[in-house]
């Protein structure tokens, strides 16, 4: 197939949801990764076509939703610097930290600006040679080279007040965390596509053999992910625990060897906690010492609040995949795009900002 409608097309879904039916012999649940599958299964009914005998539970896969309450507290205290310009993507302002946003500190007259990506942080600290510019980097690896070129161009450049506040993370540790978590229902698991046409899919080797799940490798529009749900159920019910790369026309076994050794060179692999998940081995990515001098958190210093305990917001266990939005006393109510208490409701990517915009008729909600 050459064209995006064909992956969206209603009587190809509806083909493989038959033969998911005629499959399955017995009850599975299965975990998609990434937020942007979430979307996808909310906002096209992917889990309503499925036997009711097969669950489909949303991971910790929004990268803004599992930043750190304490890097958004660090991203607030630079921002509110007169000499500070900090950039970061659109999501991020809204997320928020211990007492704000970044998006409030920005009303009140911080210097923040939105960016498309890492380079375009490094054009704005070629143009404000006079002002402190950070790069607020988060994400998981598919944004991590970017910012690693980044941090690169920077140093070429020679631009000595440029400076990069790293909150990237890693999904094989998070995964690993799930897996070994004494409430996990996780049977299958259906990879993020973008993660691994930057990582390709030997880490998850390793997963498999260690925890006996199937994982397949799925894209984000319809028909890939159905496709993915049917080549892991179909592991499980003859015993059978692979990798399976069901998004073959982007990802490749070894990834992108390019962008990797981009990553390699400017980060090295740390503990770090993930919104949600609290701290891992492995968890995220740090500069590595040659590149140390582009580290916000060693070029400057402040006091942050300490973070917050948890309210009625549940997102913690959204993310972890122990509830479904709705099952959150929060949500809908108190929790609303608008008004977000947790992160996952504040990227589109989110998956309460997902049941929210999609399931509001069906869950009584009154939004359009």
Not at 66 to 84: G, K, N, W, Y
Not at 343 to 351: K, L, Y
Request: charged share 25%.
């Amino acid at each position: 197939m050459k064209y995006l409608d064909e992956y969206r097309a209603g009587d190809r879904i509806r083909r493989v949801a038959r033969e998911i039916e005629a499959l399955v012999t017995r009850p599975w649940t299965l975990m998609e990764v990434c937020g942007g599958q979430t979307q996808s299964i909310v906002r096209y009914g992917i889990d309503l076509l499925l036997p009711e005998c097969v669950t489909l539970i949303h991971g910790p896969g929004c990268p803004v939703c599992v930043t750190p309450a304490e890097d958004i507290d660090a991203a607030l205290a630079l921002a509110r610097r007169p000499s500070v310009i900090l950039c970061s993507f659109g999501d991020m302002l809204r997320v928020p930290g211990s007492e704000t946003d970044l998006l409030s500190v920005k009303a009140e007259g911080g210097d923040v600006r939105v960016v498309y990506s890492p380079l375009d942080a490094v054009v704005i600290a070629e143009q404000n040679p006079d002002r402190d510019v950070v790069f607020f980097a988060v994400g998981f690896e598919t944004t991590a080279p970017a910012s690693a070129a980044a941090i690169e161009r920077a140093e070429r450049l020679g631009l000595e007040r440029f400076s990069a506040l790293v909150s990237h993370v890693r999904v094989p540790p998070a995964l690993t965390s799930i897996l070994e978590a004494p409430d996990n229902r996780v049977q299958g698991i259906l990879a993020a596509g973008h993660v691994c046409t930057i990582m390709g899919t030997e880490e998850y080797e390793r997963l498999v053999e260690r925890h006996r799940v199937p994982i397949v490798v799925t894209g984000f529009e319809p028909l890939d992910l159905m496709w993915g749900i049917r080549s892991c159920l179909s592991q499980l019910e003859v015993g059978r625990a692979e990798v399976e790369n069901r998004y073959a026309r982007t990802v490749r076994s070894s990834g992108n060897p390019a962008a990797r050794a981009c990553m390699e060179r400017v980060f090295e692999i740390v503990a770090w906690p993930w919104r949600g998940l609290g701290r891992m081995p492995a968890g995220g990515l740090a500069l590595r010492p040659a590149y140390h001098r582009f580290d916000a958190r060693r070029r400057f210093e402040w006091v942050t609040p300490r973070p917050r305990p948890a309210t009625e917001c549940r997102s913690g266990e959204v993310l972890r995949g122990v509830l479904k939005p709705p099952d959150c006393p929060a949500f809908g109510e108190a929790c609303t795009p608008d008004h977000p208490l947790g992160a996952p409701m504040v990227s589109s990517e989110g998956a309460c900002a997902a049941y929210f915009r999609y399931r509001g008729a069906e869950l009584g909600d009154v939004h359009e």
